[in-house]
């Protein structure tokens, strides 16, 4: 079983599934710059840390493959990020029980009932939302470079839910690690707003102007998989192990957005 974790026991063995994008991007430097070994394990051929991190390529539904690369490995961390969304016109506590609307939903929430029947004493499950970061394509971002090539945009405004920005979420997971709880818990950025409220707060903080945001219903982007309502996540408890709060999403997204790193 893994070792306990503690400012007495670093450095630790980590191992990151995914580790390319995101929250896992964020976490990996963190976990780096706090002098610990971390390995990616991921189905890509991108490594953004070079010679800094080990990395084992499978694709993780793929058992036999994970297994092979695994073998005779031992870690004391094992992080698998992932993200589920209730449906409830209210923050959903951290014992609600989730709705999985897709797929990949189910495969997550299935991957966490695991661990948690598998190892109870050792594993914590963080469900998040809506997350943007340095790096990688994300809505913000999507929102700039459109900015960029038109001078109209239409934006969903039917979807609410918190954005929440690794820049936030990977010193929270950080310290889930190193408390003595374990289960679940909600990491989001403060308050809750649509699509559309990020569109233009995204455009006015980043000085954009000349570009008009129109609000406009989800059937007018149709997706493979459905998207929640409201997706807003009660963070209590995560509040109450840190002391505080994440960031509200707006001064989140500012700080984001005043990063050089993006």
Not at 58 to 72: F, I, K, M, S, T
Not at 85 to 97: D, K, L, N, W
Not at 136 to 154: I, K, V, Y
Not at 182 to 206: K, Q, R
């Amino acid at each position: 079983p893994p070792r306990s974790v503690g400012p007495e026991r670093d450095p630790l063995k980590i191992l990151v599934h995914g580790g390319t994008r995101f929250i896992g991007r964020a976490l990996v430097g963190r976990l780096l710059a706090g002098g610990h070994e971390v390995t990616l394990l991921h189905s890509g051929h991108h490594n953004p840390f070079g010679d800094t991190v080990e990395r084992l390529v499978a694709d993780r539904n793929d058992h036999d493959a994970v297994g092979r690369v695994l073998r005779g490995r031992r870690f004391d961390v094992v992080f698998e990020p992932a993200s589920l969304h209730p449906v409830r016109p209210r923050p959903a506590p951290e014992g609600a029980r989730p709705w999985p609307l897709g797929a990949a939903g189910g495969t997550r929430l299935a991957g966490g009932q695991a661990a948690m029947a598998a190892h109870p004493p050792g594993t914590r499950i963080v469900r998040t939302q809506w997350l943007y970061g340095p790096r990688g394509n994300h809505f913000p971002g999507t929102m700039l470079r459109l900015a960029a090539e038109r001078d109209e945009l239409r934006v969903v405004q039917d979807q609410r839910g918190s954005p929440t920005s690794t820049l936030e979420l990977a010193p929270a997971l950080w310290d889930v690690l190193r408390a003595p709880l374990v289960g679940t818990f909600h990491g989001a950025c403060e308050g809750e707003a649509s699509w559309f409220d990020v569109a233009c707060a995204t455009l006015e903080y980043a000085g954009v102007e000349g570009v008009r945001v129109l609000p406009c219903n989800s059937d007018a982007f149709p997706r493979p998989a459905p998207r929640p309502a409201y997706s807003v996540l009660d963070c209590g408890r995560l509040a109450a192990l840190r002391g505080r709060p994440l960031a509200h999403w707006q001064d989140a997204l500012k700080t984001y957005l005043g990063n050089e790193d993006q």
